[in-house]
């Protein structure tokens, strides 16, 4: 068990505690849900089922959800058991989704995702091939609204297809698609705010990506394990050095024009108890709009971070996985349960919607 501070009453002082206007959603508090694919939905349709409702249900006390990456097409598809939001039966599960999340008080955006495909780098994509996947995240932002979110996050970090484009190792295009290879995500960027009214649209980055955040294919691709101090991946493409933070700089500095929600950022590997807040800061004066942090947070840095002024929110995601109420127990000072990792993709009830709330007993 994870412990912290033990206080004796609920204490609304706390920045974490605070409401908060990110675009148009309201938001009662700043503790965020951070997206998390669980690979639950197993049927053949990857249709979201009534396990989905219940995990989203008992963490309706975030002050926002923010539903895992969900496939914006079938081509789209990269994983097994992850839901998708382009078709009709979808849009109808998801319907059911959002409606208990709703009736709990709770508020939830979907993250519209496409992965990227290696057997087809960048530079193979034609440009109706980019027509297609801007029109697929456009569709994808108008579904997600028929079936009641409250909105959308866009997912251009990590390993992702638009990440990629972001990246000018691996974006050797000559074509107005190269780098620095913010054209297709700008476009798709209009494209997903034009299906909603005012500002219901969050962007996710990750500019200080490493080797120590590579997913698992790219670590088994090596051979061997990444580290944070594995000086032999120099070449890891994802490596966030100056010129690309230089290329975020420049990109973020063009979302701040458009009708964007929040931007969330998520920072470095924490290289001790408490995240770079300098990494945040560097963004939080390129952006003017609401800022979520993420990447390593408690309650103590979440408060501080926000206290400060560098971050409106902050997202939790290995925490929300064990502990549903984990706003009631950051508000009430109580301990936070740790989750099983070897239950967290296995598709069924256990170590998703089994954790039990906070119990004096």
């Known amino acids: 068990m994870m412990r912290q501070q033990q206080d004796n009453e609920f204490d609304e002082a706390r920045p974490l505690l605070r409401p908060v206007a990110l675009g148009d959603l309201r938001l009662p508090n700043r503790v965020v849900m951070a997206p998390l694919t669980r690979c639950r939905a197993t049927n053949e349709d990857?249709?979201?089922t009534?396990?989905?409702?219940a995990y989203y249900g008992q963490r309706a006390g975030a002050g926002l959800i923010v539903a895992e990456g969900t496939w914006v097409s079938a081509e789209a598809i990269g994983l097994p058991n992850v839901p998708g939001i382009y078709s009709e039966r979808q849009v109808a599960a998801w319907r059911r989704v959002t409606g208990l999340v709703h009736a709990l008080g709770g508020r939830i955006v979907l993250q519209l995702w496409r992965p990227g495909d290696d057997s087809r780098p960048?530079?193979?994509m034609s440009v109706p091939d980019l027509e297609r996947v801007i029109a697929e995240f456009g569709a994808a932002s108008g579904n997600a609204?028929?079936?009641?979110?409250?909105?959308?996050?866009?997912?251009?970090?990590?390993?992702?297809?638009l990440a990629r484009f972001l990246n000018r190792r691996l974006n050797r295009r000559t074509d107005g698609y190269g780098?620095?290879?913010h054209r297709l995500l700008l476009e798709i960027v209009d494209a997903v705010t034009a299906a909603w009214d005012g500002r219901r649209v969050g962007i996710r980055l990750s500019p200080y990506w490493s080797a120590a955040d590579a997913p698992a294919a790219d670590r088994s691709r090596a051979g061997r394990?990444?580290?944070a101090d594995d000086r032999t991946l120099a070449d890891y493409p994802f490596t966030g050095d100056d010129r690309t933070l230089a290329d975020y700089d420049a990109l973020v500095a063009e979302l701040d024009e458009r009708p964007l929600a929040y931007l969330h950022l998520r920072g470095p590997v924490p290289g001790g108890p408490v995240p770079d807040f300098d990494a945040f800061a560097r963004y939080r004066k390129l952006f003017d709009g609401p800022l979520i942090a993420n990447h390593g947070f408690d309650r103590d840095s979440g408060d501080a971070i926000v206290g400060a002024g560098l971050a409106d929110a902050v997202s939790f995601a290995r925490l929300f996985v064990a502990n549903p109420d984990l706003v009631s127990r950051f508000a009430l000072g109580h301990e936070t349960a740790?989750?099983?990792p070897g239950a967290h993709y296995t598709g069924g009830a256990r170590g998703y919607v089994d954790h039990p709330i906070w119990s004096a007993s």
Do not use: K, Q, S
């Open 338 to 340: 740790a989750a099983d």
């Open 46 to 48: 990857l249709v979201p």
């Open 225 to 227: 394990p990444f580290t």
């Open 122 to 124: 960048v530079r193979e």
């Open 145 to 161: 609204r028929r079936a009641g979110f409250d909105g959308v996050e866009i997912a251009a970090n990590g390993t992702h297809l």
């Open 50 to 53: 009534g396990l989905h409702a």
């Open 179 to 181: 780098r620095p290879g």
